[in-house]
């Protein structure tokens, strides 16, 4: 069955660390990945994607990802956290049937 | 910008009610999909359509059903509500095509009584 696994269930940072949460996922064909982010009180929104090309991508508010193919992984970073970035966050694959396939999700903490 | 309006921030609903979950989309997007999301559990399947009047089970049909007479419209029904079903509803549509994300509705609270 195909999965998408998020490590971190709660990550608590103060503001300027640096972030990196982990995702895997298991299916071994084309893949399309994507990360959301929903704020509190807010409803789900892209944060970046990753379909062909550079496996590092950017994308909106400074955070990028890296897709490694070799180890399933698509993990999202962030070098200098910010209070605003609290919120949770979930790493997404879309397999060439269209079909979406979510994480649990990680929820941020950011100390001001 | 892409809208998805759910009808219902929140809901209240007794055990054994039938519930209606509306979402609108305007954009004009083929796919629909419905999903509940559970603390812990992230966002999981209920259904989704690719056409008017198509709809295919997700991973946790049971208890569910759907509608799509019009493309811009597919709700969601719960034929008979159990507590289990307490959870955030979540709307999404999205053109045809794997390089597409998803754009969500706001999500509708439901909490049954």
């Known amino acids: 069955a195909q999965s998408v696994s998020q490590h971190n269930h709660h990550v608590i940072l103060s503001e300027a660390a640096s972030l990196e949460l982990g995702c895997n996922y298991s299916?071994?064909?084309?893949?399309?990945l994507f990360w959301y982010v929903q704020y509190p009180g807010q409803h789900l929104q892209l944060l970046l994607k990753?379909?062909?090309?550079?496996?590092l991508v950017k994308g909106i508010k400074g955070f990028e990802a890296e897709f490694i193919k070799s180890k399933f992984s698509f993990n999202l970073r962030k070098p200098s956290v910010q209070w605003s970035d609290t919120a949770e966050y979930f790493c997404?694959?879309?397999?060439?049937?269209?079909?979406?396939?979510f994480g649990s999700g990680t929820k941020l903490n950011v100390k001001p | 910008d892409v809208k998805v309006t759910q009808s219902s921030r929140y809901l209240v609903k007794r055990t054994g009610e039938k519930v209606f979950l509306e979402c609108v989309q305007d954009m004009d997007h083929e796919n629909m999909f419905w999903y509940r999301q559970d603390p812990g559990l992230g966002l999981r399947l209920i259904y989704f359509?690719?056409?008017?009047?198509?709809?295919e089970k997700g991973d946790i049909p049971e208890g569910y059903s759907v509608s799509r007479e019009k493309k811009e419209r597919f709700s969601l029904i719960l034929e008979s509500a159990s507590t289990n079903q307490t959870s955030m509803y979540l709307c999404?549509?999205?053109?045809?095509?794997?390089?597409?994300?998803?754009?969500f509705g706001s999500g509708t609270r439901l909490t049954v009584v």
């Open positions: 299916y071994g064909g084309t893949v399309n």
């Open positions: 359509s690719y056409d008017v009047k198509m709809k």
């Open positions: 999404a549509s999205s053109p045809p095509g794997q390089i597409y994300g998803y754009t």
């Open positions: 997404a694959v879309k397999n060439n049937f269209n079909k979406f396939y």
């Open positions: 990753y379909f062909s090309g550079d496996p």
